[in-house]
């Protein structure tokens, strides 16, 4: 009888330390969510040596909503530069029917996450003497693509492209919540 009390008080108390840990875990997933929300919506866009095209979410290179935003920055002389992550063929070629001087158009096609585009590209502004990027993605990429280069040392600014809406965004922004989560406590 006391052993069964013992192992019913046991297995309750392990039942309540799960239920804590999901509980936690669920908060700071929310926590983040409101993040990922908040610095989509906050548009930081200044004067910078270089404009950092991200790759879209679930896409190995930018949008061309992504690439007009850049051009436009570029054209409104926000940056003398365009860096774009994930760069293919195509997206070469729709940037160099826009106009732009050679010069002016990095390209990294070595990544293929994001982590590894900011590396990249933190390499590149420092041997090409940039101080200070503006990063040009998606809203909800913004929080994530913020640490991963500030933690490069990199003097960024998010001038983010703004979110769709409905269930397709609710998505993302969990998705990005997790992927913020993942980098913070594993750098992935």
Not at 59 to 79: C, E, F, K, N, V
């Amino acid at each position: 009888m006391q052993h069964d009390r013992q192992l019913r008080h046991l297995v309750l108390g392990l039942l309540q330390g799960i239920g804590m840990i999901l509980l936690s875990g669920a908060v700071l997933l929310a926590l983040v969510c409101v993040l990922v929300v908040m610095q989509g919506q906050r548009d930081d866009t200044r004067a910078a040596g270089a404009a950092i095209v991200l790759p879209a979410d679930n896409q190995s290179q930018p949008t061309r909503a992504m690439l007009d935003h850049a051009i436009d920055l570029y054209r409104r002389g926000y940056t003398a530069r365009l860096i774009i992550a994930g760069a293919d063929t195509a997206t070469q070629h729709y940037v160099q029917t826009q106009g732009l001087p050679d010069k002016a158009v990095l390209l990294d096609r070595q990544g293929s996450s994001m982590w590894e585009h900011v590396q990249n590209i933190a390499a590149l502004t420092r041997t090409d003497g940039v101080s200070s990027v503006l990063l040009v993605g998606d809203a909800v990429q913004m929080l994530r693509a913020l640490k991963m280069s500030h933690d490069l040392g990199l003097d960024s600014h998010a001038s983010p492209l703004r979110a769709p809406g409905g269930l397709a965004e609710i998505r993302a922004v969990i998705q990005e919540s997790l992927g913020y989560l993942l980098y913070v406590f594993a750098r992935r």
